[in-house]
Structure formats: C-alpha cells, structure tokens
C-alpha cells in the first residue's frame, strides 16, 4: 500500500553518494494546483492582501491534491 502522501516524488542521490527523498507527491500535486487557484483568484478581483487568502488557496490545493491521490487508487 502506497503511504498516503502518495511517497516522494522526486527522490536523488546527493553529492555524497546517499539518497535525499525530496517532497512527497501530495506536496508536489499541491504546488502544481495552486498556480491555477492563485491565477482563478486574481482574475476574480480579488487582493493577495485579502485576510485568509493564503490559507484558504492553500487548503484548497491539498484538497485537490488529496483528491487526485485517491484517483490514482481507484
């Protein structure tokens, strides 16, 4: 069973010859989500200087992230 962040997504060997694991594929899926969800935002009117904005537009991309690791289950 894959761990529920969906596992590293870019995991490299370093200079020093040891593997790094890099971020999980769910942080990856939400950094792809949020250029969208910020660009959605702004073509709203909407002010990045809004209370909550960051943490609404953050959740969200999670949201989605976690929606496209269960499709990947199904």
Same mark, same amino acid.
């Given at each position: 069973? =894959?761990?529920?962040? %969906?596992?590293?997504?870019?995991?490299?060997?370093?200079?020093?010859?040891?593997?790094? =694991? %890099?971020?999980?594929?769910?942080?990856?899926?939400?950094?792809?989500?949020? =250029?969208?969800?910020?660009?959605?935002?702004?073509? =709203?009117?909407?002010?990045?200087?809004?209370?909550?904005?960051?943490? %609404?537009?953050?959740?969200?991309?999670?949201?989605?992230?976690?929606?496209?690791?269960?499709?990947?289950?199904?």
């Amino acid at each position: 069973m =894959k761990p529920i962040d %969906g596992g590293h997504a870019f995991p490299a060997m370093n200079d020093n010859g040891y593997w790094v =694991k %890099g971020m999980t594929l769910r942080q990856y899926y939400a950094a792809e989500a949020m =250029k969208p969800l910020i660009q959605n935002f702004l073509a =709203k009117g909407l002010h990045l200087d809004q209370d909550d904005w960051m943490a %609404g537009l953050a959740g969200d991309a999670f949201r989605m992230a976690d929606e496209m690791l269960e499709a990947e289950e199904e």
